[in-house]
């Protein structure tokens, strides 16, 4: 017992902070782009012209479809072959993006959906042009409507991250993985990492929530699963 | 030209990767339905006992985990601890499938408290014990109202099987590095492996659709 | 005296602060038609659910026959021996109109399939409802599924049959159908305690109509006098029931 927790001070608590930190940075650098990927695919969705629509939903259809550690390994490995070399952070970054994107799109086009289309005619007899009434009128209602589908998928986003471990990536779950193998202590080791990501889900959570508190309008409460 | 060759080749040897994933995916949904209804039962009906507690800690931690750590978790550590020597195939349909209980049994646990009370009491009423109320009346319509939420199980598993790759599972990730170390080719092959995936995706869907038809009742649930 | 079949004693109810039910107590005999009237919020159909104890009493006695329910251990027995007829029907939604009448005989009362299909028949026929025995209650009208859930109630063979509100919930046009049910059930002998305003079928087929307010049994009587006194402006011994049918005849 004592042991362990000597462990834990010298050996553990060092390269587990390192690698926390090296996860919260994949975390913080691709979730306001996979929130703005996921707009964009959304508008091109409802609003796009025949093609760009189909354009946006073929993408969430073949990203969805596919396993994100294959989609990893696809930017990965497969790039290169394309004259683009990204270092094994910026490729989780982008494969996070791209598979945050998709499935964040599907909640902001179901809440751009559930805006009544008066609204949007409303705005454009008070004179507004289509994308003003879209961007100042439907966005800001669909973007309350889609937080909690949102905040899931960024949920799943700190959980997944821990996949850039394989393309040596060395962040959490590399890091642990790491100490685990030298020291034989995988129980110990691995026990622990999964509280921390216990203690990162679910401060995560406690921020969405607090967030969709604040953003509340009344007739706006989405209803969390 | 050269790419079709290498794929011709190596597809094979992917492919049969599929019965794998595939066993990967049957046995977590069957594993996260055994567990996953009776948890999500008992959080509705006997909320007041001793196991409401450990049933949500149950949920809430293994909702927490990657699988990535998770499938480290049991299978370098908790297994051998435990003396248990299993293959990783089993190890890894051991975590998909624990996993998805947790979230079956919040699926089943929404589905059972949108059924209406009254049915309940109607059962109840005509002399149904509990238990026999919830069997006939309760679960025919809760399990209805819960499968395309249930289906969604589906491509999730799907999707977080290629994890197994990390614990050696051969799988077809697996399967498809292991060819593209030999041949060196890697954008045919991955290519190709997403390919199947999205086709497996997609053909599962049709298939659970088709189901939520054939059980669809007049009036019954949104489909 | 005749054959008391029930027999309720100083029932109490309380929900949270607010006591529901004070003390009601009454006889029923075999073949009674007793309907309660009043207000709502006045504790009448607690008072129902307290009898089949879908809701348990605080305090008071029970008996059903000669057996004293309150306590009872075997609940799902007492219940089969009660039927109970709601106000939103409860059918099952997930079964067609026979399988609904047909589901109790078979889990409960281990009927074989056969011929727990045949008295369902039966059942859904004597309430005119065979022609809808394959039907989902989707696709019922308010008025054939309370017919249906009656029927499903009387397969059971009760020995009393308890009405919550049966007809507040349907369209005017659609109580007709389930009070003729009612009535048809009455003449045939049939142990009734009704909560419902319809007076007209009171007056037709009570034994007794009791009013109550704040969760007691404040007026009784028979139906004959309680119309009489209604319909005079001279004191009488039903002021309080005759304010409250005033007041729901608008």
Redesign the interface.
Known sequence: MDDSIRFIMEDLSGPLLQGTLASLKLIVCSVPFGLALGFMLASGWVYGNKPVSWLCRTYV??V????????L??IY??LP?FGLTLSPFFASVLGFIMCNGAYNSEYIRGAILSVRSGQLIAARSLGMSRAQAIISIVMPQAARRALPGCSNEIIYLV?????A??LSYIEL?GA??MI?TRSFR??????I??LV??VM??IASIIFMWLEKKLAVPGFEAKR? | MQNALIILESLPNIAWGLFTTLGLVITALAVGLAVGLPLGVIQVYWGNSLFSRPIAIYVWFLRGLPSLVLLFLFYYGLFPLLGVDLPPFFVGAAVLGLRSSAYQSQIFRGAILSVDQGQMQAARSLGMSKPCAIENVILPQALRIALPAWSNEYPILLTDSSVCYAIGVMEMLTRASLQVSRTRAPVPLYLATAVIFIIMNYIGMRILRSAERRFHIPGFGGS | MGDVILKVRDIHKRFDSEEVLRGVSFDVQKGDVKVFIGPSGTGKSTLLRCLNRLVEPDSGQIWLGDDEITHAVDIDGVRRRMGMVFQNFYLFDHLTALRNVEIALIKVLKMQKASARELAMSELSRVGMERFAGKYPAELSGGQAQRVSIARSLAMNPEVMLFDEPTSALDPELTGEVLEVMKKLASGGMTMLVVSHEMEFAYSVANEVLFMEGGVVVERGAPREIRNDAASDSPGRFERTRAFLRRIDG
Do not use: D, E, N
């Not at chain 1, 959980?159 to 996949?163: D, E, G, P, Q």
């Open positions: 259809a073949l969805k479809g596919t396993p994100l550690l294959i989609l390994f696809i490995f497969c072959s959980k997944y991250s821990s996949l471990y394989i779950t642990g993985k685990a995988f129980t110990l080791v691995f026990s990492i999964g990501y216990l889900v679910t699963q």
